[in-house]
Nanobody, 122 residues
């Protein structure tokens, strides 16, 4: 099992920045990749960004490309999401996730955090 705990959400004005963190514990050696997803009210959960844990491979949704940056601290088993130039449409609950198997970074995640709320005011 892998436990994931997100932090760093909050309320920010449009154009502002936030940095989300996700602390991983447990059987962390079994990760292939970690990612961020989000779910806005009344909408399905969507992919935001992902990173392969021991390689430099990253992938972003088109809607956040150029504004968000995913990174990791291997020694601290922590995943980050730097969010700049935030827009009201970025408002959502953001979830950290981890997957064990190789393959697409968009799906098949095995472990999920509890989520952290990000609200962007106009």
């Amino acid at each position: 099992q892998v436990q994931l705990v997100e932090s760093g959400g909050g309320l920010v004005q449009a154009g502002g920045s936030l940095r989300l963190s996700c602390a991983a514990s447990g059987r962390t050696f079994s990760r292939f990749a970690m990612g961020w997803f989000r779910q806005a009210p009344g909408k399905e959960r969507e992919f935001v960004a992902a990173i392969v844990w021991f390689l430099p491979n990253t992938h972003y949704a088109d809607s956040v490309k150029g504004r968000f940056t995913i990174s990791r601290d291997n020694a601290k088993n922590t995943l980050f999401l730097q969010m700049d130039s935030l827009k009201p449409e970025d408002t959502a609950v953001y979830y950290c996730a981890a997957k064990r198997s190789a393959g697409s970074l968009l799906r098949d995640y095995d472990y999920w955090g509890q989520g952290t709320q990000v609200t962007v005011s106009s």
